[in-house]
């Protein structure tokens, strides 16, 4: 079973869609953040009001996806799919043996895909006490060619993809409408009661539609 999850987390497709997931979601997401607003507010077949409401709304939903990208992907999965991988799918094996936690290994990889071995040799040296790495894994980085651990990264950046989809997908729609009304309300875009008034003329006006039916 291992070595068929390994096939599917080092291949080559899969790894390359991971590896430009991190910058892709942030560009997107930040010129989504700049340019919907700004389309809205050129759009001159729209009423100054709404345009400004419009906008506003469209840029706190977009930086509230932002926040929860850069605030959940790294600390919740790709640490969790790390350690999920580590102790239940390759149980400290595959190379997970030589890391105790993704931290460590951030580090590792930080290092190992820099270019040049004289490039590995002065990150190691400037790495700080409470971020040193073992014997083994220095004296791997130290070779003309460290390991990459495909294994290791293949699990994290899976974990990468879930979690873009997650985030973005689920919980940052649900986080954004416990934030944005709240927000258009204390820089006097939106009013609690308006809101109150249109939610009851919406209902009013389904329920005359259903007891029309």
Known sequence: MIT???RVI???????IAQNADATVTCKTTVNAIGRPGFILIDNNIDKETK??????????????????????????????FKL??????KNTQGFEHFKDFKEYSTYKKIADMATKNERLEAIGKLKDNNKLNQTLTAELKKDKPNKFGD???AVELSNIIGSVVGLAIVAPQISQALI???MRLIGLEKKDENKEKYKEEN???KEIDDDD
């Open 4 to 6: 068929a999850i390994s």
């Open 10 to 16: 080092t291949n080559p497709t899969v790894v390359n």
């Open 52 to 81: 400004k409401f419009a906008s506003v709304k469209e840029f706190l939903y977009q930086a509230t996806c932002l926040g929860v990208y850069m605030a959940l992907i790294v600390p919740v999965f790709k640490r969790g799919g």
């Open 85 to 90: 991988a580590k102790e239940k799918i390759f």
């Open 152 to 154: 290791i990264k293949g």
């Open 181 to 183: 009304h709240p927000a």
């Open 204 to 206: 009013d006006d389904k």
